[in-house]
Structures are given as C-alpha cells and as structure tokens.
C-alpha cells in the first residue's frame, strides 16, 4: 500500500473548509433577539420561578429554574426591576417585591 501525499493545497483546502465551519457555528450562537415581546416574556419566566420558589434566588438559581440562558434571565430581571415587581436582597439574590 501506498501513503497518501499531502501536498500544500490539500492542506490549504483543509484549512479552508475548517475555517467556513467555525465560522457558520459561532455566528448562530451569538444570536440574541432583543425586543419588547421577548423581554416580556422572559420577564416572566423570571417572575414564576421566583414566585414558584417563594424565597430569594441568585441570578443562576433563576436561569436554572427558569431554563433560560444568564442574559436572558438579566433580561427579565431588568424589566421586573423597572416594575417595581422584584426587590434586591442581600448577597446578590433578588425575591418578589
């Protein structure tokens, strides 16, 4: 049996279809929809975990109950914050006002 020959431009399109991969991978993680609705509704995912747990809970603790990612729980915190609906206890937990 014979070994294969890499040559530079095998290695070259390797490369290059290694790279249009990563590529088409980061862009669909980085996508985020930032709107009223989805804010609105992530608002409230945060308030029935809170109100399901009836005691303060951290920012983790919110996106593990809620099943939402960290920014998306900061998201609904913001807006409950701006309501008035959620107060800021100690060690960074946050409970229902």
């Known amino acids: 049996m014979t070994e294969k020959k890499v040559t530079r431009r095998t290695a070259a399109k390797t490369t ?3 790279k249009t ?3 088409k991978v980061e862009a669909k993680a980085a996508e ?3 709107d009223a609705k989805n804010a ?3 608002a409230g995912d945060v308030y029935q975990a809170l109100a399901a747990e ?3 809970l951290t920012l983790a603790e919110i996106s593990a109950k809620a099943n ?3 920014e998306d729980a900061l998201l609904g915190i ?3 914050f701006k309501e008035g609906k959620i107060k800021n206890e100690e ?3 946050v409970a229902l006002a």
């Open 32 to 34: 985020l929809v930032l």
């Open 21 to 23: 991969v990563s590529k």
């Open 40 to 42: 609105g509704f992530k």
């Open 68 to 70: 939402i990612s960290r």
């Open 16 to 18: 290059a279809v290694k």
């Open 54 to 56: 009836a005691k303060p």
């Open 91 to 93: 060690n960074n937990k």
């Open 78 to 80: 913001g807006w409950l």
